[in-house]
Every structure is written in C-alpha cells, then in structure tokens.
C-alpha cells in the first residue's frame, strides 16, 4: 500500500518538483537484477493493480 499512497501523493505534485536524472551505475545494476528476477513491473500495470487511471496521477 505505500506504492498506492506515492502514486496518489503525486497528484498535487508539480513538474519542476521532480529532477530527472540519468541512473547511474548502482540504479542499471538494480534495474538489471529486478528484471533478471522478474520483479519489475510497467508504469500501466501498476495502474490497474490500483485501480487508478493516468488522469488520477494529473491535477
């Protein structure tokens, strides 16, 4: 459920809040092994297991 509470948190949330940044080594290397061991999961499909839409993440 805290996934759940960050993804509704990010509503009120502005654009020039978040930095986005390249990952670095550490991050390629986590990336890597989550979807080694299939523990990775798509922006949509996170979306449906809550039961939340795109527009539910907008202002």
Known sequence: MYVLDILKGLKGLSDDLI??????????????????DGTTYTLDEVLKKCDLTYEDLQD
């Open 19 to 36: 930095e986005e940044v390249e990952p670095d080594e550490w991050d390629l290397k986590m990336i890597a092994e989550a979807e080694n």
